[in-house]
């Protein structure tokens, strides 16, 4: 795994590179389509996808996991509005059709072609130690459902079908990364040099805690913990006002200690490109209601523009499903290219 540069991963200035030079290393990511994005979602993910399209460094694709997102329980017409939502998200932070390829899972069907291919040669063993596998079963015990436990094969499917070879996501999926790095392998070595092993990229935040609760990752499962991009100035500044942190009175960095302290000093710090050391000592001598207090404006301010987006944007939601469509098209052209070489690989003909 590595770590995003933070320097070239951000600001818009690198975007000039673009043009100068051919953009040869193919970056893929995707989010589920399951509700609104948390501020975990944004610092673990999709704000490192923006920064690295803007470095021009990559041939950014960046994609809606809608089939991922069916083995959770989901309504029907919720879901078609949580796609045109994400699509909104994914436009409002950043991501240009322009300068990625913005599609949707299920438009193309190479995803679930590759993934069937590639579920036989994964060992059961193998997704039954997924540790998302695991929390899920239990947390919806009452739907432990086959796509469930053959996510990750999927996933790998996402990832193979472009070649990538970076795979920035928070640090929940590096085992599934894992397992698709132990796939390209195992196909390679079976049918010949097909597949590209990729690498994960982490932030400096991959993994942002709930507010409620800092010994666990801030999650869409419990809303409570979480701070929406979304969110009203209002709302932010109540639920960082009920953050749970400690009894001291102090303000340190000490994620051992005092890990909701030490959360709220790693978002703030993520939204100032400061070290959460530093942004604690700037706050020394002040009590915990001025670092909340100031940490509220500075989420409401940094997402305010991002709101406005996502509004004028959903105000206009066909338009938003065109830009995705057209993408779904492009990224059709690569995936059915990679699929037919890999069905002649195992002895079809394609
Ligand atoms: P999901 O909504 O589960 O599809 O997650 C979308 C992306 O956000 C993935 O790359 C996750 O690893 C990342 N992510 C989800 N929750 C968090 C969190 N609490 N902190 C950091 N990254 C996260
Ligand atoms: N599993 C990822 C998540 O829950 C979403 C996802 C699906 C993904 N396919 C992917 C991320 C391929 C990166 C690459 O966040």
Not at 117 to 128: A, F, V
Not at 176 to 187: D, I, N, V
Not at 287 to 312: D, I, M, N, P, Q
Request: proline content about 5%; glycine content about 6%; hydrophobic content about 40%.
């Amino acid at each position: 795994m590595i770590h995003s540069p933070s320097s070239s991963a951000s600001g818009r200035s690198a975007t000039s590179r673009t043009t100068s030079r051919a953009k040869t290393s193919v970056l893929v990511s995707g989010i589920q389509p399951s509700g609104r994005l948390h501020i975990g979602n944004y610092l673990g993910a999709l704000k490192n996808f923006v920064d690295l399209q803007r470095s021009g460094e990559y041939q950014c694709h960046f994609f809606i996991a809608d089939l991922h997102s069916i083995t959770e329980p989901f309504d029907l017409r919720e879901k078609h509005r949580q796609i045109t939502e994400l699509s909104a998200d994914y436009l409002a932070a950043g991501l240009d059709p322009k300068q990625s390829v913005l599609y949707v899972q299920s438009h193309i069907p190479a995803h679930s072609e590759l993934m069937w291919i590639l579920s036989t040669i994964t060992p059961m063993g193998e997704l039954q130690r997924m540790t998302q596998f695991k929390d899920k079963s239990v947390r919806q015990e009452e739907n432990i459902n086959a796509g469930l436990f053959t996510y990750p094969v999927l996933m790998a499917a996402d990832i193979l079908l472009y070649g990538a070879r970076t795979v920035p996501v928070g640090d929940d999926q590096l085992q599934h990364l894992e397992l698709t790095r132990t796939l390209a392998r195992k196909f390679n070595a079976k049918f010949g040099e097909t597949f590209i092993e990729p690498k994960g990229l982490l932030t400096k935040t991959p993994r942002v805690m709930s507010l409620k609760d800092p010994l666990k990752k801030m999650s869409k499962s419990q809303p409570e913990g979480c701070l929406f991009l979304d969110d009203e100035p209002e709302a932010i500044k109540a639920k960082i006002a009920r953050a749970v942190t400690d009894s001291e009175t102090t303000i340190a960095y000490d994620p051992e200690k005092r890990p909701g302290l030490a959360n709220l000093l790693e978002i703030y710090a993520a939204l100032t490109h400061l070290e959460p050391r530093a942004v604690a000592a700037e706050f020394d001598g002040e009590s915990y209601a001025e670092l909340k207090r100031k940490l509220a404006g500075l989420v409401a301010g940094y997402f305010a523009e991002f709101r406005a987006k996502k509004r004028t944007l959903l105000s206009a939601p066909s338009k938003v499903t065109a830009i995705f469509d057209k993408g779904s098209k492009k990224a059709t052209k690569a995936a059915e290219a990679k699929i037919a070489e890999v069905k002649r690989r195992v002895g079809f003909s394609a």
